[in-house]
């Protein structure tokens, strides 16, 4: 090797080790600070231990607001893939009048009316509702900001599964209901899938959305809960911070791991709330 | 956001064929409940921002329960009002700085340098990157918050001058160096895909004549992903003008040092209570995204 490729090399090496720690540093705290007996925020080898993980359950907060967290995802989740569904098969297969502008507005909506942007006509709406500390409403109020993109990736989906299959079984006397269960949904699964995670993934992480409008801590999801979780002294508590962390961000992860082995990590051009 | 399909020809004539007989009565049907949340949720809202920010309507008080309209009022204050040019300032910053130049560059580079990288580091780098931005926030800034503590803080240690405290005395260039490693993920699989593109041919003859890496980028490589940048770049600017996330590590401070328009706006709606006034500025921060989001669609349309 010459000595400008020498140089060249070493520099590679080296950027890649840095882009490695640069990414990798902050995730370590994840994996050592809920094991340690003495948990603090500097990263250190742990004293290991698991009493922290039964601190964590006996929290008076902690197991509630994860079941919260999960009726606020269902109610999101649900509402979000079956409406989208609907609505991406109907769509897709019948011109409905002022179908294509319909559609260029949903996919600007998807990006403009965001929940910052619209926080505070949100906040307003459900604070003259009374429906502040309502979970089933914060999880529609999710949905209705997910249902742009879901709509439009669900299209997508069901633009390319072929009509044949449709035009066959009408051909054998099938109803629309029958050729919808029996043949559209099944071959459209893959794609309501990958709806449903991405959905379940958006609500859970979701903050600021039931940080405005679950003021009450018994409706609070993890998301709400982990930013507040105080010790009695008032600062924070770092006994049951580090496994709540690690708790709250596995499902995420787990379904993450699920889609992309299941069904390959597809770009959508890329969807985030 | 989510790109639009590329409609081939062939899509268009296949368009929409009615192959399951649901007849346009019952297709409206289907849209409805999906229409109405969006409705409720998200174009209410947004059109009753432009109503809000005319009055002086606030959380609390006489003004809560009969606010006045005061026209244009808000929008005049918030001229002279030092915190919101402040905040437009710090926001600009943080766009440019940890998405148009962070973000960006780190996405390409990697995207780049990873094409020739082993199976196995490539494998290792993008599991990595993509961790940091499916995590939640709340758990992303808890990560950061630990890494940058004044005195046990990861970076201290690693840097021998424990002492820092990073989010205090450099608010803005924690959260820019936050929100690059957070959402470089993004740029990072556009410009794979961008680069796949690419045709070898034109590599290889600029390998064959000497051309070194950075003329191969500069000369071969960026003809070709240009649109993609500009609308990769649109993007994340959007998002990051957008992210509540910093709210979660500096809540704005210390002293409005890195108050960015979405804590301005929540500062001044909820803590504040004048919800007039942050409606008023949330219209403004809806109108900057709907011209981005214009001007990216009509982008897109264009290069198809």
């Avoid at chain 1, 679950?214 to 979780?229: F, G, K, N, Y």
Wanted: charged share 10%; net charge positive.
């Amino acid at each position: 090797m010459t000595p400008g490729a020498v140089l060249r090399r070493t520099g590679y090496v080296a950027f890649m080790a840095a882009v490695l720690a640069f990414f990798a540093v902050p995730m370590l705290w994840l994996a050592s600070a809920p094991f340690d007996s003495n948990p603090g925020l500097g990263l250190r080898w742990p004293d290991w231990t698991l009493d922290n993980i039964g601190k964590t359950f006996a929290h008076p907060y902690a197991l509630g607001s994860l079941l919260n967290s999960l009726v606020l995802c269902v109610v999101a989740t649900a509402a979000t893939t079956a409406f989208a569904t609907l609505a991406a098969y109907a769509l897709s297969r019948v011109r409905i009048p002022g179908r294509d502008a319909l559609l260029y507005v949903l996919l600007l909506l998807s990006s403009v009316v965001t929940g910052t942007a619209a926080m505070v006509p949100i906040f307003v709406l459900m604070f003259q509702l009374g429906l502040i500390n309502s979970q089933y409403a914060t999880g529609l109020v999710i949905a209705g900001g997910l249902l742009p993109a879901a709509i439009f990736i669900l299209k997508d989906f069901v633009d390319s599964v072929p009509r044949s299959y449709e035009e066959s079984a009408r051909v054998f006397g099938a109803s629309p209901t029958q050729v919808l269960t029996h043949v559209v949904l099944p071959v459209a699964r893959p794609g309501i899938a990958t709806i449903l995670v991405w959905a379940f993934v958006q609500a859970w992480g979701n903050f600021l959305l039931p940080f405005l409008l679950l003021r009450d801590v018994e409706a609070q999801p993890a998301a709400v809960l982990l930013r507040t979780l105080k010790d009695e002294g008032g600062s924070a508590n770092l006994t049951v911070i580090p496994v709540f962390s690690l708790l709250y961000a596995i499902p995420v992860v787990a379904l993450y791991l699920f889609v992309s082995k299941r069904y390959g990590f597809r770009f959508h051009g890329g969807i985030k709330a | 956001m989510v790109s639009p399909p590329q409609e081939t020809p062939q899509r268009r004539r296949e368009g929409a064929r009615d192959t399951a007989g649901l007849g346009v009565a019952r297709a409206i049907g289907f849209v409805t409940p999906a229409m109405l949340l969006i409705g409720i949720f998200l174009v209410f809202p947004a059109l009753w921002t432009i109503y809000i920010g005319l009055t002086d309507y606030e959380l609390t008080g006489a003004k809560s329960i009969s606010p006045r309209f005061v026209g244009l009022a808000n929008f005049l204050e918030a001229l002279d009002d030092d915190l919101f040019t402040n905040a437009l300032w710090l926001t600009v910053v943080f766009v440019l700085g940890s998405a148009v130049i962070g973000q960006n560059l780190l996405g390409f580079t990697l995207a780049w340098l990873l094409r020739s990288a082993r199976p196995l580091v490539r494998r290792l780098v993008e599991a990595l990157v993509l961790l940091s931005w499916i995590l939640p926030s709340v758990v992303v800034a808890y990560l950061w918050i630990a890494l940058l503590d004044r005195d046990g803080g990861t970076l201290g240690a690693l840097l021998g001058s424990p002492g820092t405290a990073w989010l205090v005395e450099y608010p803005m260039l924690s959260l820019i160096v936050f929100n690059t490693w957070r959402g470089t993920a993004f740029s990072m699989m556009l410009y794979s895909s961008a680069l796949a593109a690419v045709p070898p041919s034109q590599l290889e003859t600029a390998r064959s004549v000497g051309a070194s890496g950075w003329q191969t980028v500069r000369d071969v490589v960026f003809p070709h992903i240009r649109g993609h940048v500009l609308t990769n770049t649109l993007l994340i600017s959007l998002w990051t003008a957008n992210d509540f996330t910093p709210f979660l590590l500096t809540a704005g401070g210390p002293n409005h040092q890195s108050e960015t328009l979405p804590i301005f706006i929540y500062q001044q709606a909820i803590a504040g209570g004048r919800l007039g006034y942050a409606a008023a500025i949330s219209f403004l921060l809806l109108l900057v995204n709907l011209v981005v989001a214009l001007l990216y669609l009509g982008l897109l349309r264009r290069r198809s």
